[in-house]
């Protein structure tokens, strides 16, 4: 059996986990994290962390478990928050959870598992992992959605390496979400019935503008209003069909992936707002104006004019988009056998954001980055955001969305 050091959150599913690898044999160390310390624009509590620390002390001597205290606010601080900051500042919306499995979990948190002598590192994300062997002879990790539909988070790990999926286990991945409540009622663990954290990983649900302004200053601007009759949705090529996704040339591949470009000589001033940089695309909330027959959405963030463009309705044509790319530097394959390479394009599922249903796309590789070219347009792809595809429940690469 293996020493195992799993990462005790506070939360059922690492609780179950550490006690379901405890009843396989393993040894089993359990590694609290503190991640980070200030609590402005938090919205439950004056210290997150420190409830989430006592249920992982009494879930460890529960299951009769050693537990470690690692901080690694400062790491948290400059490899996810500090991002999150400069995405935003940028007008983009960046994936907190995404950048803290790839940098904190499985980075900085691996190093003190390490040190620790782990053979493995476990948590209790609802996905799977398999193995194979390639024709060299060589081990291959292969990343798995969970076998909960409704809990699958392998979104989440979708930048991770092979070289960090070596050492992950993910003990909850085969079992349902009612099953891991059952076993913590039937071990009585202190976490059975505490409610799923929710909000930014490690920080907690937050008031976003709030949160923003600890870097991001406040700045009054105008929204425009863009109408569903302005001429530019009308230039746009038609929607990808099988015959013109057969060849596409570059031009045509930039088009259907470029954003929608709004001027405020586009659309009708219609209110004000606080800062460009708090909204983001497709965000229906917060914007303080009623009156209307359906919601405003937003449809675009200039922050360098600091305006806001929003659109009346789900079906506003600049919700909607058949395509969009990802930057070369930015494409990540989780194993890379699996890699296209320029000129080379197939067929994945894909989804943009978490829970999202998969999505039928063509993805194609060219010289200027990945283009994924869905079947049906998609609505609100947002720049910052991660795009992962699958084969069947294979997660087999990812990347962050350019604009």
Known sequence: MARVVIGLSGGVDSSVAAWLLKEQGHEVIGLFMVNWHDTTGTLEGDCPWHDDRVFAELVAKRIDIPLHVADLSSDYRKRVVDYMFAEYERGRTPNPDVLCNREIKFDVFLKEAL??????????????????????????????????????????????????????????????????????????????????????????????????????????GNIHEIKPEWPKFALRPIPPTETMLENPSDELLTAWATPWRFTVRDGKKIGEHNGAHFYTIGQRKGLGIGGRKESLFILGTDTTQN??????????????????????????????????????????????????????????????????VFDEPQRGITAGQFAAWYIGDELVGSGVIAE
């Open 115 to 220: 040190k620790l002598g782990a053979d493995y590192v476990a948590t209790g994300h609802y996905c799977r992992k398999t193995e194979s062997i390639d024709a060299d002879g060589n081990k291959i990790y292969h990343l798995l959605a969970g076998s909960d539909p409704n809990k699958d988070q392998s979104y989440f790990l979708c930048q991770l390496s092979q070289e960090q999926l070596r050492y992950a286990l993910f003990p909850v991945g085969d079992l349902l979400k009612p099953e891991v409540r059952r076993i913590a009622e039937e071990q009585k663990l202190a976490t059975a019935k505490r409610k799923d954290s929710q909000g930014i990983c490690f920080v907690g649900k937050v008031d976003l503008p709030v949160f923003l302004q600890q870097k991001l200053a406040t700045k009054k």
């Open 307 to 372: 305006v806001i463009y929003v659109g009346e309705g789900d079906a506003h044509p600049g919700l909607w988009r058949p395509a969009l790319r990802i930057e070369p530097a930015e494409i990540h394959w989780v194993d890379s056998s699996q890699r296209l390479n320029i000129g080379e394009s197939r067929r994945f599922q894909v989804r943009i954001r978490y829970r999202q249903p998969l999505q039928d796309a063509e993805l194609f590789i060219r010289d200027n980055g990945a283009f994924l």
